[in-house]
């Protein structure tokens, strides 16, 4: 038998993703939008983070699979490294006043490709399923008759 992600875990992951991704994609797209911090290039650890935050909610939707399947993991990352693409480009729309950037990029994917480590490391520290005791495997019972238990 196969561990499954508990569906409320997995509802709840999607309920937060929906507004996380649409609050994320406007504030992408806010024209003129500057983030000045103690450090040079505050708006890179900005893109890391929220683009991490939306890789790991992406994956634990379980949108291609169980959550922590190597499947979901891949294929999230692949979607969140298009979208991250996408996402940026569409910065280079004249009248949002963005700026449109390989290091943005850069910092996106950074903040996916995180999020699909860490998530890899902790589904790599679960229990691996064990195989189906032959008890328990009515398969292994289909060739008896009822009343012949060897």
């Not at 650890?45 to 994956?59: C, E, P, Q, R, S």
């Not at 940026?88 to 006043?97: C, G, T």
């Not at 950074?110 to 790599?124: D, E, K, M, W, Y």
């Amino acid at each position: 038998m196969k561990p499954e992600h508990p569906r409320s875990a997995i509802s709840l992951c999607r309920w937060l993703f929906a507004p996380y991704a649409i609050v994320l994609f406007i504030a992408t797209h806010i024209p003129n939008v500057r983030i000045d911090g103690p450090i040079p290039r505050t708006d890179l650890l900005v893109h890391i983070t929220v683009f991490g935050g939306w890789g790991l909610l992406a994956t634990l939707c379980g949108f291609f699979g169980p959550p922590l399947s190597r499947r979901n993991i891949v294929r999230t990352w692949v979607v969140g490294l298009i979208y991250a693409a996408i996402d940026e480009s569409l910065q280079l729309i004249p009248f949002l006043h963005r700026v449109a950037a390989i290091d943005d990029y850069a910092a996106n994917a950074s903040g996916i490709t995180l999020a699909a480590i860490f998530l890899s490391i902790v589904a790599s520290l679960l229990p691996k399923p064990g195989p189906v005791a032959p008890e328990t495997n009515p398969r292994n019972d289909a060739h008896r008759l009822p009343n012949n238990r060897t």
